[in-house]
């Protein structure tokens, strides 16, 4: 099981293949070095996140993501997306460690139910919604492939 400094080794490397793979099938032309920087810290972030249920390098730097936005919520006087942020933000305080977060299905329903809503109250951004989750994920099972190996990644709980 390797500390957050081998999950953001595994994140870089998922980073890697996928941006090969990426550009090799010209889903999305990457020009300039702003949304590759972007895609890189999507793909490290996904690295980290599956242990924000434990205290980590991950949950610190998800609260403070979800503090800049409940802030902004705020600010811009935004109160349903301020209340159902609250309510996302508990989850990880409820749940087990290596517990939902660290089931692919869960991540993959999850990120991509979360990755459609995006897209519906976002729609001129939609390719860079999508591009994003996808090195998002793609960081994801980076971690749980570190975490869990290859035998125990597919398995039902």
């Not at 595994?10 to 949304?35: H, K, R």
């Not at 996140?49 to 800049?68: A, E, H, M, R, V």
């Amino acid at each position: 099981m390797p500390g957050y400094k081998g999950h953001l080794v595994g994140g870089f490397v998922a980073f890697s293949v996928t941006y090969v793979v990426v550009t090799a099938c010209q889903i999305v032309m990457v020009n300039s070095i702003m949304p590759v920087i972007t895609l890189l810290l999507f793909c490290l972030a996904g690295a980290l996140f599956p242990d924000i249920d434990t205290k980590s390098k991950g949950q610190k730097y998800f609260y403070w993501f979800i503090l800049i936005l409940l802030l902004y919520f705020t600010y811009k006087k935004m109160f349903m997306q301020l209340a159902f942020l609250s309510i996302l933000a508990t989850l990880p305080m409820l749940v087990k460690h290596r517990g939902i977060f660290h089931n692919i299905w869960f991540l993959l329903a999850g990120l991509g139910a979360l990755c459609y809503l995006l897209v519906l109250y976002l729609p001129h951004y939609d390719q860079i919604i999508i591009i994003h989750m996808i090195f998002f994920i793609m960081g994801a099972i980076s971690h749980l492939w570190l975490d869990l190996g290859p035998h125990r990644i597919l398995k039902f709980r």
